[in-house]
């Protein structure tokens, strides 16, 4: 479909929606959307939002668990909730935490929230994110679901424009399978997946 501002496809294999190439904003239009955003640790509405993820997700994870925060953004918030819990968390974000150390090491546990719709090669962040978990690891995302054609025509969520890809139940069904996880849906936003042992 096309809107006023740019079209939409869909992939056939894993019915993944996408925005082509063409109509991607370069990295520092990208960046000016992002340094609007004013998430703090402070700010109890926005942990409020997180715990949608992160209450799910720490019930499940060993004692002492180490993750990896992907695309933390401008004002990381997960590192300070799940350390409060006993959990260690190392951020990175392409633009705010450009540590690349952080993506040499194995990790028992990935969050990335409201970032995977901004990913414009997703399967091979994907294909990253299971290069870093351990055996038996957890990946924790949150973005927002289509649900249906006639819906998306009409979704907000499409219309901001860092919001390249969009995640189906069907697609992370797809994900799932491709790269062998558990598949679980706490909440409609959320998304918790564990690598399943070798």
Not at 124 to 131: K, N, P, S
């Amino acid at each position: 479909m096309r809107d006023k501002n740019r079209e939409y496809e869909v992939c056939g294999q894993c019915q993944l929606i996408f925005v082509p190439p063409l109509f991607h904003l370069d990295h520092e239009a990208e960046k000016q959307v992002y340094d609007f955003h004013q998430n703090s640790p402070e700010d109890e509405g926005y942990r409020a939002f997180l715990n949608k993820l992160l209450a799910p997700l720490a019930q499940r994870l060993p004692e002492g668990a180490e993750g990896l925060d992907f695309g933390c953004g401008p004002g990381p918030t997960i590192k300070p909730m799940l350390e409060a819990q006993g959990f260690s968390v190392q951020n990175y974000d392409i633009y705010y935490q450009p540590n690349e150390a952080a993506l040499c090491k194995a990790y028992d546990f990935i969050t990335c929230t409201e970032a995977i719709e901004h990913f414009s090669q997703p399967h091979q962040e994907l294909a990253r994110f299971d290069q870093l978990l351990n055996d038996q690891g957890f990946l924790g995302i949150m973005t927002k679901r289509p649900t249906s054609k006639e819906a998306f025509a009409s979704w907000h969520y499409k219309n901001d424009p860092t919001h390249i890809c969009f995640f189906s139940e069907e697609t992370f069904q797809w994900i799932a399978q491709r790269f062998n996880y558990h598949l679980e849906f706490p909440g409609n936003d959320t998304v918790i997946m564990q690598k399943k042992a070798p």
